[in-house]
């Protein structure tokens, strides 16, 4: 009772509303991009190159945040960049979600020889550099959406599968899993009935930071030049043009920096907030 | 003149009282009994002594005086000086009071080399008489091993021996038996007689027990709800008791020369009335801030 | 006894590890679509190219003569020949490792005094604004990769204020006198103090980018942990004993508060050493990271495997250290 009501009044963590908004107007900027973006985010102008943004001396209308080395426009390829990066969070969220998902808890919950298996796989992956690992995996699939997703799939559903397990573990020796074991419920039943709905907070809160941490990974992987294509805008291909191109066109780099960052950042508080939020005795 | 002084000390978690003007005495040498249900404060009033109370708690009034010094109004590192040169506890739980990253021996030392500046050969050499005197074996092989590796009853008499080590004048034993075995319990609790009685150091002896009291002590506190009831020799106790809480304490104790006799069921009419008296008081002493 | 039982498991566990990194490395490049010759092949090679090219480097066999073929090798200290460099892998490799370390340690060392200290603070204003600041700061620290705070410091202090150098391990038009390439450790060995000072200059933005996310977990253990320890009673002893709060969070908190900590640092350290790919990347560091990227660019199939083992074998090096350390560190196990 006491409880209850001491999470009812708690009001709901600043930096939940802070995150979720900076999430939401990322998305509709990405949905809307084609009405936002003042340009072609492909279209090169070599006569419309480097040019700085509007606050500064020498900026033309059209081109509000500046232009690379090639004449794109910036903020066009801002906006164009957030739908690849949101859909790669969503996509490569959830698939690595539900693989590392599910093998964390057949490990944890049926125990015995799938648990040794699945533990030592993980071992395994833990010894691998995983930016490196990803990297590979691009250069040996190729280059495109599919292979990003892929790639973030195979390399973080450790991070998902471990913690997972862990959960199951401690779950499947809680009182109420022998309860029901003793009321007839088979193996699976208990695991998806009674185990699965109490590591579910964990899920939700774990996939939300993993939405950030594959933002990241294509980012990098399209700052190593291994992303969709060069052409393509994303941030990480921004970025890589930004480092090279810093001393005489910062705005490059800056615009999606700051992006990347406020990207991350939201992802991964909105998901310490909801950590909070579903563990009240943390607080 | 006595060596430490409550005067009228009043404590506070929020709004709520946890001392109630608690005035007591204890004289160099003296060994005075508190006793009192659990949550009566009687570890409340040993940590206000050596400034180790809760964040929460607060003293809201009086003074503590040590050889006629008020502590709370020296500056905090005068304060920790003085009490841990003058004052030492028996802690009540010897299996969390030793650091189990350290050995025992600096464990004992560091007081008398960090604080009273005593050279380190000659702090150990002390020590290792001290642990002969608490009937430690071989003290030098104890002094270099882990707390781990040794009882509970062996870790009270090293804290038991490291409390004495300073030669303080004052010792607060807060229930420095409870949290061992039965049998380790009478030993112990001869060990600090016999203790108190070589060293003549002043002892405030935290019990639930009055056949530890009858045994040990010369006068006793008896507290109730954070408010002395009774403040009186040992014998006046036993023999006529002044409060009638104290009366219905004694006659609930089954045999009171027995050690370990329980002081459970005080009649609850006796209960209602010590209540309704901290309640006049309470009422009293908010009438008088008010005035003032 | 028990430190040697724990060193046997640990070696024990270490080997499939590695074993099963060898096989998913070697499987990997050459299970997927498209054959690594067709991989390393420059345009417009010849079906008479291939065939000398498949023989030269062993893919005329069979996949799993291969692999035995290749871990023989490696157990005897050969990792093949670089396609690119045609230098053997093994001397590349090692060539470039110095630099990797030193840049991770570097790292390390700033993560532990940058963490140490928050948490000592910390502790020590516990409850006050200082802690409330600490907490803030290391949420943020936390929750941004290095990759993105090497891109903040290149942004601050290599362009708005360059104070640092934000390319390279070294300035080029510096002679170099040494022997080895452990740069940093053989000019303070060799008393270069100038050489040294260019070195850091280099390291310090990498390194700093991958101490953060470290050091703030650093920060929020050791404090979390400190404040549970000051709560015990042995701290509460040596207070009344006189000592004040600096000294009872030194020695009496502190040797305990690090066993609990250390676990988990060292599995970040490995994430570290993982981040270090692509961070030298980002600052033209001549590491292990940076050669990996060439090479995976470039197709060099025995360098990748080589490297990927290498770095495999530094992690669980540095698990199995840490799990040593404990033991030592812990009185229970080191008597038990
Ligand atoms: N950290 C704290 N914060 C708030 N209130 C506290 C705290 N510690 C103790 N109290 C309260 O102070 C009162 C006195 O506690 P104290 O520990 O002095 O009792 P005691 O007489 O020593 O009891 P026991 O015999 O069980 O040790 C109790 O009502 C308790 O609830
Ligand atoms: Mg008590």
New binding site residues.
Partial sequence: MADGRAAAKRPINPRLWLSGGWLLILVVAALAAPLLAPQDPLAQDLFASRLPPMWQGGSEPGFPLGTDSLGRDVLSRVLYGARIALLVALVAGSCTCALGAVLGLIAGYYRGWADVVISRLIEIWMAFPPVLFAILLIAVMGTGLTSIIVAIVVIDWTRFARVIRAEAMTQGAMDYVASAKVAGRGRFGIMIREILPNVLPTIVVLLTLEMGIAVIVEAILSFVNLSISTDDPTWGSMIAEGRAAIHHSWWVLVVPLITLFLTVLSFSQLGEGLKDHFDPVLR | MSFLELKNLNAR?GPLP?LRDVSLQVAPGEVRALV?E???????IGKAILGTL?D??RITGGEILLEGEDLQAMSPKARRRLIGAKVALIPQDPLTALNPARRVGPQICDRLVDILGWGRREAEARVIELLHEVHIPAPERVMRAYPHELSGGMRQRILIASAFAAEPQLIIAD?PTTALDVTVQKQILRLIRDMQARHGTALLFVT?DLGVVSKLCQSMTVLFGGKVLEDTSVDQFFSAPDHAYSAALLAATPKYTDPGGSLMPVPEATIHAVEAEIAAHDLAHQIETVRQ | MTLIRIILKRLLSMSITLIGVAVIVFFIIRIVPGNPIAMMLPPGAGEEDIARLKALYGFDKTLPEQFLIWVRGILGGDFGTSITSRQPVMSLVLGRLPATLELSIMALVMAVMIGGTLALIGTRQRGGKAEALIDVTNGVSLSVPDFLWGLLFILLFGVLWPVFHISGRVSPALDLPFVTNFYLFESLLRLRFDIWLDLVSHMFMPALALAIPLAAIIAQLLKQSLKETMHLDYATLARTKGYSENHVILREALPNAILPTLTLVGVQFTFLIGGTVIIERLFSYEGLGNMAIDAVINRDLPLIQGIVILFAVIFTTVNLLVDLTYALLNPRLRHG
């Avoid at chain 2, 659990?38 to 409340?44: E, I, L």
């Fill in positions: 978690v946890i009192g659990s949550g009566a404060g009687k570890s409340m809760p929460a708690i229930e639930h």
